[in-house]
């Protein structure tokens, strides 16, 4: 069975963010990226597969520029067989993203596709969504548990409240959440191996894939500085200001 | 920040990458329980065989006998990444293989590596090297343990002292007489834990906490001959060429606790507030940080400068030397100024500072002394 499992570069999640002055986006120029780490989760959870013997083949893609191919790299670092790198320097947004990976998925014919629910960045959790829909397959979000049988995965979710448990048929699309395993660090034996991995790279041209976007961004701003807290002399006063000025109570 | 370590021209694609796993591995595996393992002075002996797990112990050895292939530039990453921890005793003890190993791998015959190589390199067994002595530390031409032939063993007698992993490994590499007087008089010989007439004593220490320094004695100890690393008499210049690699290591190692202790002093300066403002609003305050990050970036582009030349196939020992003081007189500035902007805290047990001060002393004498570093240094520049 072929897995095929998505990974963005992304601001790795130790940098602090600076929003650009003209307020066009963050700061990207000198920025230490990372793959996004539920995308990690996703390489690791495909990697488990491969070695239980449930899966013959991992294949990891990537959408972005050039460098994009380091974070390909890492996948094959934690033992993905092989990357597919869609080269391109325009913004790609998550429905181009669904697209282009649903072109993949018609190329490649996998039995599951992972993906991070989300990534770090925009934190849109969209794409795993409308690739299963794009593609007509089933789909099992928030993963916490994924278990494949016979033609069929049992997929444990996070959702409010609790835990919800689905089965879906093969093929199928599978988001992951955090709690659903702890990625492994690539051994340096191993990020020496990857070097000799071959690497596909494609434009979305190729693909026949229109990617240019559907949203515009307006501006982006800093989340507004957290107030000091402050201290009060009575219960009374605490009461009146959580009623009158938190509206909490 | 412009202390970012690991980038530049001198690092490569899978330096970047060995240095993200060896970020998350110190931060999962060591920081959480540093502090502890420095109290209770020891760490556990699995960690040597997550370390091996991650590519750490078999860097630079050959790979036949487990080893991983890398340059300098890895060994950097290395122990700049370890350093983040700020346990030194820990990076020594965890690594003390880098020390006891590379004249086996050298010099070695095949029985002997593929006894010692394999086990250690795959965090199995811990190896040692043995060379200071009760009687006089950093002249290893003059050491007075002896190991007389007899038949098809030699007989070890004698003591060694501050010896990095001295009570746990199981492969000691030590210096011993087996010739005559002087440098041309010196073998290398491999001792295993278990023989007879070999015992250990642990000692006591300002710093390196975690580890299990000790003073070892041999009393008419019997080791079989082919236990010889190299040739025999020919144990000096094997020793001095240990010593090339060993001071660059220490070199990155300290310029890599300066780093920490100046992060940690920054992000107090940054949160701590006196006379209504924070710390490093105070023009003192921040000066003396702009002090800490000048040495620190001077002795990193030192340290990528030699371990480059050394690439190409120089010996710059006189820059080697050099290079090892500037280090260790960056971490003891560093962690000065560090543990004082911290003030009372950092006389109190617990940060990073407070423990790396207690560790600058142990680099400024250990793997040669600040004193003969000058010396060698002046030597080797003709004076």
């Known amino acids: 069975m072929k897995v095929i499992v998505a990974v963005k570069r992304v601001v790795d999640y130790n940098v602090k963010i600076r929003v650009k002055a003209d307020k066009t986006g963050v700061e990207l120029s000198n920025v230490k990226m990372s793959m996004n780490p539920f995308d990690e989760i996703g390489v690791e959870e495909a990697v488990r597969l491969k070695e239980a013997g449930v899966a013959s083949e991992v294949v990891a893609v990537s959408i972005g520029p050039a460098q994009a191919q380091e974070t390909i790299r890492t996948a094959l670092a934690m033992g993905a067989d092989r990357g597919i790198l869609i080269k391109t320097d325009e913004e790609v947004q998550p429905l181009a993203v669904a697209k282009l990976l649903k072109a993949v998925v018609e190329a490649e014919a996998p039995q599951i596709v992972i993906l991070g629910k989300q990534a770090i960045d925009d934190d849109s959790n969209q794409t795993g969504q409308m690739l299963a829909a794009l593609l007509g397959w089933a789909q099992g979000t928030f993963a916490s548990k994924v278990a494949l049988g016979d033609g069929k995965a049992t997929v444990t979710r996070e959702v409010d409240g609790g835990l919800q448990t689905v089965e879906l048929k093969l093929p199928a699309v599978v988001t992951t959440d955090l709690r659903l395993n702890e990625p492994r660090y690539a051994s340096l034996p191993n990020i020496m191996k990857a070097k000799k991995k071959p690497i596909d790279e494609k434009t979305p041209a190729d693909l026949g894939v229109d990617i240019a976007p559907r949203l515009k961004t307006l501006k982006v701003e800093e989340p507004p500085k957290r107030q000091a807290g402050r201290k009060v002399a009575s219960v009374e006063e605490l009461v009146q200001a959580l009623k009158n000025e938190a509206g909490v109570i | 920040m412009t202390l970012e370590f690991g980038v530049g021209p001198f690092y490569r694609e899978e330096h970047r990458a060995f240095q993200a796993s060896m970020r998350r591995f110190v931060e999962r595996e060591i920081m959480p329980h540093v502090e502890a393992w420095d109290e209770a002075g020891e760490f556990p002996r699995d960690l040597y065989r997550r370390a091996a797990e991650v590519g750490l112990l078999g860097l630079g050895f050959p790979e036949e006998h487990g080893g991983v292939p890398g340059d300098l530039f890895h060994a950097i990453v290395a122990a700049q990444e370890l350093a983040r921890a700020g346990a030194g005793g820990l990076s020594a003890s965890l690594q003390s293989h880098t020390i006891g190993c590379p004249p086996i791998a050298r010099l070695g015959s095949a029985d002997l590596k593929a006894r010692v190589l394999g086990p250690v390199l795959r965090g199995e067994k811990i190896s040692a090297l043995a060379i200071t002595e009760p009687g006089g530390g950093s002249d290893v031409a003059s050491l007075r343990t002896t190991a007389r032939r007899e038949g098809d063993h030699y007989v070890v007698n004698g003591a060694k002292t501050f010896i990095t992993s001295g009570m746990r490994a199981d492969f000691y590499t030590v210096a011993v007489r087996t010739?005559?007087?002087?440098?041309?008089?010196?073998?290398?010989?491999?001792?295993?834990?278990?023989?007879?007439?070999?015992?250990?004593?642990?000692?006591?220490?300002?710093?390196?906490?975690?580890?299990?320094?000790?003073?070892?004695?041999?009393?008419?100890?019997?080791?079989?001959?082919?236990?010889?690393?190299?040739?025999?008499?020919?144990?000096?210049?094997?020793?001095?060429?240990?010593?090339?690699?060993?001071?660059?290591?220490?070199?990155?190692?300290?310029?890599?606790?300066?780093?920490?202790?100046?992060?940690?002093?920054?992000?107090?300066?940054?949160?701590?507030?006196?006379?209504?403002?924070?710390?490093?609003?105070?023009?003192?305050?921040?000066?003396?940080?702009?002090?800490?990050?000048?040495?620190?970036?001077?002795?990193?582009?030192?340290?990528?400068?030699?371990?480059?030349?050394?690439?190409?196939?120089?010996?710059?020992?006189?820059?080697?030397?050099?290079?090892?003081?500037?280090?260790?007189?960056?971490?003891?500035?560093?962690?000065?100024?560090?543990?004082?902007?911290?003030?009372?805290?950092?006389?109190?047990?617990?940060?990073?500072?407070?423990?790396?001060?207690?560790?600058?002393?142990?680099?400024?004498?250990?793997?040669?002394?600040?004193?003969?570093?000058?010396e060698l240094a002046s030597r080797h520049l003709g004076w």
Request: net charge positive; proline share 2%.
């Open chain 2, 179 to 374: 010739g005559g007087e002087g440098m041309g008089g010196v073998s290398l010989l491999l001792i295993e834990r278990d023989r007879p007439g070999f015992t250990r004593t642990l000692l006591k220490k300002m710093g390196w906490w975690a580890s299990d320094t000790a003073s070892l004695h041999f009393d008419d100890c019997h080791v079989p001959v082919a236990n010889l690393i190299g040739e025999e008499n020919a144990g000096f210049r094997a020793i001095m060429l240990n010593f090339n690699g060993e001071r660059i290591g220490m070199a990155a190692s300290c310029n890599g606790m300066a780093r920490a202790a100046y992060e940690e002093a920054l992000a107090w300066a940054r949160e701590r507030r006196t006379f209504g403002r924070a710390l490093v609003q105070h023009q003192v305050i921040r000066h003396k940080l702009v002090d800490m990050a000048m040495r620190i970036g001077a002795t990193q582009a030192y340290l990528e400068q030699t371990a480059w030349r050394v690439m190409q196939g120089e010996n710059p020992i006189a820059d080697i030397c050099m290079l090892k003081n500037q280090a260790t007189q960056t971490m003891a500035f560093v962690a000065s100024e560090a543990v004082q902007i911290l003030g009372g805290s950092g006389f109190m047990r617990g940060p990073k500072s407070e423990r790396i001060y207690r560790e600058v002393k142990v680099n400024a004498i250990g793997g040669g002394a600040e004193e003969i570093m000058k």
